[in-house]
């Protein structure tokens, strides 16, 4: 576990060996901001959704552990930043590796709550029931992919930190979706809040491309593979495996009564998110 991961192990970090770990000064106060800034779009937008009735504390208890090990990760990534700022990578490294197993948790608890949404028939209903069960799944496992190819290159701290932000790219899209007008979205709702999500790391490319003279090429491995989900979350939404998904996931439940690419009604009052 300790030995120095290769570029060539990563698949996400094949360039690395091209351009050798030289952090531009001030990367770590550059990169505690935009994590800063991460951290408060996320807490906005979940807030929001409390604070306008959207979101109700009576939620089953999968959807209280699923808000606590997501909610919990950005307080992970927020540390982890804040701790390699102040130098204290003894507590960055422990923590490291207590992140690790939270990723695994993350990753069960995304699959079980949409699997249960599809399953009761209460996906969002600005959103394809089938295309919600597909992108989500997809977008954990992408952040779990990301986080591994980044823990894997931690040695190599230029690579380590970009890639990090790369997956926390992803996680935005849930809390983006909070401050969206998402049924006004309908039905490019999902790829509205993938489009700002996206449009926020181009700008983070930017401004760190502004600082180093150069674009790091963690970010564009990084951004080739966001790109390479949009397409496969819209392809297998609309083929026939993703219907044959679909149907083995609904099978003896109300879910496998719903349209799998109709979008619902919408609520007669205003939907409360996670109550299924």
């Given at each position: ?50 604070l ?51 990723l ?13 949404m ?44 970009r ?13 983006i ?17 993938f ?22 090429p ?59």
């Amino acid at each position: 576990m300790n030995r120095l991961a290769t570029p060539a192990a990563t698949g996400l970090g094949d360039g690395a060996r091209h351009h050798p770990a030289v952090p531009a000064a001030g990367d770590e106060k550059f990169f505690l901001r935009v994590a800063i800034i991460i951290a408060m779009l996320i807490v906005a937008g979940f807030s929001t959704n409390l604070l306008v009735g959207r979101s109700s504390f009576g939620s089953p208890v999968r959807v209280h552990i699923h808000a606590i090990l997501f909610m919990g990760w950005m307080v992970i990534f927020l540390m982890q930043n804040i701790l390699a700022t102040s130098g204290r990578l003894d507590l960055h490294r422990k923590l490291g590796w207590l992140a690790s197993g939270w990723l695994v948790l993350m990753v069960i608890s995304g699959f079980w709550v949409t699997v249960m949404m599809v399953r009761n028939g209460t996906a969002p209903f600005f959103f394809q029931p089938l295309h919600f069960l597909v992108f989500d799944p997809l977008a954990v496992l992408t952040v779990a992919g990301i986080t591994i190819a980044a823990v894997r290159m931690r040695r190599q701290t230029d690579w380590h930190r970009r890639l990090h932000f790369c997956s926390m790219t992803i996680l935005l899209g849930p809390a983006i979706g909070r401050l969206l007008p998402m049924p006004l979205l309908q039905p490019w709702a999902w790829e509205a809040t993938f489009s700002v999500s996206l449009a926020f790391l181009v700008v983070v490319m930017s401004l760190d491309s502004r600082r180093r003279g150069s674009l790091h090429p963690a970010w564009s491995r990084g951004l080739a593979v966001l790109l390479g989900v949009f397409v496969l979350t819209e392809a297998l939404t609309y083929s026939p495996a993703g219907l044959a998904i679909y149907q083995r996931v609904t099978k003896g439940s109300p879910g496998a009564e719903v349209a799998p690419l109709e979008f619902g009604t919408p609520p007669p009052r205003k939907q409360i998110t996670g109550r299924s």
